[in-house]
């Protein structure tokens, strides 16, 4: 029996070490970059703040490093300034989700060519096996393999984060809303973002300062949509937190949190001005198709013969934002949403932006947009 084990430990060293070489050696895709130059859309009379609502296009590649990333979206950063629509009272927001591909970072060049995000995640695993299965054992998640790859790779996913929207916000001088990530137990602990391994996964944002430092309160989601419940928790309501910005104070919805009165009601007990929406919607196409209702409990004031009748884009003009900002006691808010080819995920959106003068819908493109809402006052 010994001899017997022996031989199996040595035959599963053996694929490992195969599966190493393999997804090392897998070359890169040899695809180019679709994004090309951003729409840019302006409402409103220049006033000295803003919110400008990035929807950057991002694929596979972006993510190889927070080098990367900064690259994509520093890109951006700059057409926004070139447009003249950055001021030190700009506050940028980037779509849900912008950060949660880091995953992938420094990862086998296998991971970036995979056909779909399962064979993705798949071959991530590969390339961590033993992180991976540490994690696995620490999950009890419905999806203990997700939460275990997101898990296993927190800490780092943590630090990129950190690194690639710190670096933006003071190159830019600029307050960022940094879309979102998924990272374990996240936290603020002396002016970086640290994460608990053992400790319930989130969908997290956080805010950057124009000098590049993290606002020691995270915004965590409160409604996960079902594809994200299998391993990330809700989080309380009541803990929405509101930000002192040099554009006012601000609050952070993360994408179907946008849907529910009550966190408008939490905002509005802590005196926002200002609302800023990270969002991705799925898949390519959806935006006007008929929309098929709340995914999340169903709130009280919201019509449920409204599903079928509207289509998702009428829908996200109804429930979410464009007709919650004043529960909030709000002055103006905008929706940005993820675009762009990550593996077989699909992508669909447009910025929705609302003040007092009504709701404005940025660029109807396949492809980055710059949405700009100059605020009064």
């Known amino acids: 029996m010994m001899r017997v084990g022996g031989f199996i430990l040595a035959g599963l060293i053996a694929l490992l070490v195969l599966a190493w070489i393999v997804f090392r050696l897998w070359p890169l895709p040899d695809r180019p970059h679709a994004a090309g130059a951003p729409q840019v859309s302006v409402v409103g009379t220049p006033s000295g703040r803003n919110l400008v609502g990035i929807q950057p296009w991002l694929e596979e590649l972006d993510y190889r490093s927070a080098g990367s990333l900064h690259a994509a979206l520093g890109a951006y950063l700059e057409a926004a300034r070139e447009a003249g629509v950055l001021t030190p009272q700009s506050v940028v927001a980037f779509p849900e989700h912008a950060g949660t591909w880091l995953v992938a970072a420094h990862a086998p ?15 991530l695993v590969a390339a961590r096996p033993l992180a991976f299965a540490g994690a696995f054992l620490r999950s009890r998640e419905a999806d203990r393999a997700a939460a275990a790859v997101f898990r296993a790779n927190g800490a780092r996913m943590a630090q990129a984060y950190q690194q690639v ?55 965590r989601k409160a409604y996960p949509i079902p594809s994200e419940r299998g391993f990330t928790a809700g989080a309380p309501v009541p803990d929405y937190p509101v930000f002192d910005t040099p554009a006012g104070r601000l609050g952070v919805l993360i994408c179907a949190d946008s849907w529910h009165p009550d966190v408008y009601a939490a905002l509005r007990d802590r005196g926002a001005e200002l609302l800023a929406v990270p969002a991705f919607l799925q898949p390519s196409g959806v935006w006007d198709r008929p929309w098929g209702g709340y995914t999340t409990p169903w709130p009280d004031d919201a019509p449920r013969a409204d599903a079928g009748r509207l289509t998702e884009g009428e829908a996200w003009q109804t429930h979410a934002l464009a007709g ?38 940025g660029p109807d493109t396949d492809g980055p947009a710059i949405s700009v809402l100059w605020v009064d006052g």
Request: hydrophobic residues 45%.
């Open 324 to 361: 919650r900002l004043s529960g909030a006691g709000a002055q103006a808010g905008l929706t940005t949403f993820l675009r762009g080819e990550l593996w077989d995920l699909g992508s669909d959106g447009r910025a929705i932006l609302v003040d007092a003068g009504g709701v404005t819908l």
């Open 109 to 123: 060049s296998a991971v970036y060519s995979a056909p779909g995000v399962e064979a993705a995640m798949v071959r």
């Open 165 to 219: 929207f710190s670096r933006l916000a003071a190159e830019y001088g600029v307050t960022i809303a940094a879309g979102s990530i998924v990272l374990p137990d996240p936290h603020v602990r002396e002016g970086r973002l640290e994460v608990r391994r053992a400790g319930p996964l989130y969908n997290v944002s956080a805010v950057f300062a124009p000098d590049g430092s993290i606002h020691p309160e995270l915004v």
